[in-house]
C-alpha cells in the first residue's frame, strides 16, 4: 500500500483462526504493521506468526480466550509491554450460534454466544482504550451480512451481529472525542476453506459439479465472484488505516455487491 498503510503501526487481532483472522493478520503485516495474535489455539497463532515474520514484521502470538477477563488483560500488557503502543484492535473472533429458529432456539446458547460475539468485543475496546486513546487508534468489528437479511434460522446469529454492530456505533460516539474511531466490516461470503467444503457438499448433494454451485451463487452478487478472505481484510486495513482518519460509527459492506447498503 504505497500511498498511507500501516508502516509503523501495531495491530491486534483478536480471532485468529484459519479463514479471514488470518488474512487480517496477512495483510496487516504487508501493510507495514507488527501484529499481535490472539486465540485459544496456540499452534495456529504460531503459524500465522511465522507468515507474518516471513513478511518481514514482528509477530507476538498471545493465546488468549476473550471471553476471560484475566487473559483478556494479559493480552494488553503484552501487547504494550512489547511494543509500547498499540495503534488498532481487530474484533474477529465468533462463536458460532446455533442455527436454529428463534422459536426453538435454546436460550442458553444464545446467551454463551453473546459472550464471545459481543461481551467480548466490549470488554477488549475496554482494555485497549487508553492505548487507543495515546495513538489516536482505531478499532474494526467483524461483522457480517446477516445484517441485512432476516432468513430463517439465521436468527440467533443476526441477533449477535446486530447487536455488535449497536456496540460499535455507541463505542464511535463514546471514543470520537477522544480520538479513538469504531467501525465495522460486514462480509457476505467468504470464499476460504469452509465454505469451499460445504459447497463440495451441496454439490455432491445434487449429483453437480461445484464450480455450477459457485457460478449458481455468484451470478447473485453484482461482482459475479465471491470475495476472498484477502479482500475482505484489504478493507480491514483501510479501516484501521490514516486513508480513514474521518471515517467513524460506520459498517463497510464487502460483500461483491450482494446487498446494497
Ligand atoms: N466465514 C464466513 O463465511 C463469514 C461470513 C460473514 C461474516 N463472517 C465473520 O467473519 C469473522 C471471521 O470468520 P471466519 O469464519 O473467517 O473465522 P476465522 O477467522 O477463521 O476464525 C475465527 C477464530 O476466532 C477464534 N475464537 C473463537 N472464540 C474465541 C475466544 N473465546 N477467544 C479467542 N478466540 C476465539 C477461534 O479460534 P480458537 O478456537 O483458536 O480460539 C476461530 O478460529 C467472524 O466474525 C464471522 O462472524 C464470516
Not at 59 to 76: C, G, K, Q, S, Y
Not at 146 to 171: C, E, W
Not at 192 to 211: I, K, N, T
Request: aromatic content about 6%; overall charge negative.
Amino acid at each position: 500500500m504505497p500511498l498511507e498503510g500501516l508502516d509503523g503501526k501495531v495491530v491486534v487481532v483478536s480471532g485468529v483462526g484459519p479463514g479471514l483472522g488470518q488474512a487480517i493478520a496477512v495483510r496487516s503485516a504487508r501493510a507495514g504493521a507488527d501484529v499481535v495474535l490472539a486465540a485459544r489455539t496456540e499452534a495456529r497463532l504460531d503459524e500465522v506468526a511465522e507468515q507474518v515474520t516471513r513478511l518481514g514484521r514482528k509477530a507476538v502470538p498471545v493465546p488468549t480466550d476473550i471471553r476471560d477477563d484475566e487473559a483478556a488483560r494479559r493480552l494488553v500488557d503484552t501487547a504494550l509491554g512489547t511494543f509500547g503502543r498499540v495503534d488498532a484492535l481487530v474484533h474477529n473472533a465468533f462463536a458460532v450460534p446455533p442455527i436454529t429458529d428463534l422459536l426453538d432456539v435454546d436460550l442458553d446458547q444464545v446467551r454463551k454466544g453473546f459472550e464471545t460475539n459481543v461481551l467480548a468485543a466490549l470488554r477488549l475496546t475496554r482494555l485497549f482504550t487508553p492505548g487507543l486513546e495515546q495513538s489516536r487508534g482505531s478499532v474494526v468489528m467483524i461483522n457480517s451480512a446477516v445484517l441485512r437479511h432476516s432468513r430463517r434460522t439465521f436468527g440467533a446469529y443476526k441477533m449477535a451481529k446486530a447487536s455488535l454492530l449497536a456496540l460499535a456505533q455507541s463505542l464511535a460516539t463514546e471514543l470520537g472525542p477522544r480520538g479513538i474511531r469504531v467501525n465495522s466490516v460486514a462480509p457476505g461470503y467468504i470464499w476460504a476453506d469452509s465454505l469451499q467444503w460445504y459447497f463440495e457438499y451441496l454439490a455432491g448433494q445434487r449429483g453437480v459439479d461445484p464450480q455450477q454451485v459457485y457460478d449458481e451463487t455468484a451470478a447473485t452478487i453484482d461482482l459475479r465472484k465471491l470475495p476472498e478472505p484477502d479482500e475482505i481484510a484489504d478493507a480491514v486495513v483501510f479501516l484501521a488505516s490514516g486513508l480513514a482518519r474521518a471515517v467513524t460509527g460506520q459498517c463497510l459492506d464487502v460483500n461483491g455487491g450482494e446487498y446494497h447498503h
